[in-house]
């Protein structure tokens, strides 16, 4: 099949385990043992022959010291393949408004095989580079990289891959040269990188389901109490033999705190006073699609500059925009909010929106009063 969009992980995580690489840095000594000067070592993405046929040439394009890195295969990582797997639905980037939502393929397992080779023109540079890595790479060393650019998604996931050192280096010493010629050093060994390969983003998006609701009734096929348990959800209790679940994908506000100076403090009840402290947490759900946070206010700091926003299933909501540099979304239950400086005393209240609705701290019955002057 061809595939219209490519991902490019190979190339990331080569990227990524060149930067993670990069800052080896030797010095060179006199001979009494002064560092004199130090030398941030060049890395190359290439093949170490074609590192030593540019040495040769007349160009001198390369000078030593120099690490070469390169690939050399990519295997299946059998002990990751765990099941058939169809991977995972996102919604994608705000550009289309949070209306749609894109499949994302599972991933296969590779584990891809990276040569790297030290070169040198002196035995006391190749030391100092092994000993750049070595004592890091025991057991591992971890590289991030993200998901794809290619699937859209809004909720740009961290992966995590492991860096496995073979750790055995097979060291060159110069023989048989002659004495025009410098010697040249040469250290090999070889790195694991166990990453993953995504499938082409397909290019039909879906329409994202909003909401839920599930029916949940009493039968007495399934229940040999039924008669029992029906007659006394009916007449005790006054309910039904039957419910009704939904679910939402609005965002949902449980718990506020306010960062005191011995820590966070939570706040509930109606009318609560709060110091100018400026740094809030919220704690709900379905952040991770947040698009925007509100303050609803009395203070004339922001009453008079208000955006109105309006949804189809929930009532239109007004307040002033927080900039995105004042809040950050830690994760899909947790929110830092920083305010920005009041000028005078105000009532205040969070609102919390994403494609689908909004959601305010008044729904925890917390009413927040502000005083900018304690």
């Not at 560092?35 to 890395?43: A, L, N």
Request: proline content about 5%; some cysteine.
């Amino acid at each position: 099949m061809y595939n219209k969009t490519f991902n490019f992980e190979i190339r990331d995580l080569l990227t990524q385990f060149i930067a993670a690489m990069d800052d080896v840095v030797i010095s060179r000594y006199n001979k009494d043992r002064e560092e004199k000067e130090r030398i941030k070592v060049r890395y190359v993405h290439a093949p170490k022959e074609r590192v030593f046929l540019d040495l040769i040439n007349k160009a001198q394009n390369i000078t030593l010291p120099v690490i070469s890195v390169n690939m050399t295969g990519i295997q299946r990582d059998e002990s990751r393949v765990f099941n058939k797997i169809d991977g995972f639905y996102e919604p994608v980037r705000r550009d289309i408004q949070g209306k749609f939502t894109t499949h994302v393929a599972m991933p296969i397992p590779v584990n891809v095989s990276v040569a790297v080779s030290i070169i040198t023109n002196y035995q006391s540079d190749l030391e100092q580079i092994i000993s750049n890595f070595v004592p890091y790479s025991n057991p591992y060393i971890i590289i991030c990289w993200k998901t794809p650019e290619s699937f859209r998604i809004n909720n740009i996931e961290e992966i995590r891959s492991e860096v496995l050192w073979d750790g055995s280096i097979q060291v060159e010493y110069p023989t048989d040269i002659e004495s025009s010629t410098k010697p040249r050093f040469a250290g090999n060994t070889t790195f694991t990188i166990k990453g993953w390969l995504f499938p082409a983003a397909e290019e039909d998006y879906y329409k994202n389901i909003y909401f839920v609701n599930s029916h949940f009734r009493l039968t007495e096929k399934y229940n040999l109490n039924y008669d029992s348990y029906s007659t006394n959800l009916s007449a005790e209790n006054g309910l039904t033999v039957s419910e009704t679940i939904s679910i939402s994908g609005a965002p949902l506000i449980t718990n506020l705190y306010v960062n005191r100076d011995n820590g966070p403090f939570e706040l509930s009840g109606t009318n609560v006073i709060v110091g100018n402290k400026n740094t809030f947490i919220l704690l709900g759900q379905n952040f991770q699609y947040t698009t925007n946070i509100l303050i609803s206010s009395d203070s004339s700091t922001f009453y008079t500059n208000l955006t109105s926003l309006s949804y189809t299933y929930y009532p239109t909501v007004s307040g002033f925009v927080l900039p995105e540099q004042n809040y950050k979304i830690m994760n899909k239950n947790s929110i830092y909010i920083n305010l920005p400086n009041f000028t005078e005393n105000a009532n205040i209240n969070f609102v919390v929106t994403n494609p689908i609705g909004w959601k305010d701290t008044n729904s925890i019955d917390t009413q927040m009063y502000y005083i900018s002057s304690v």
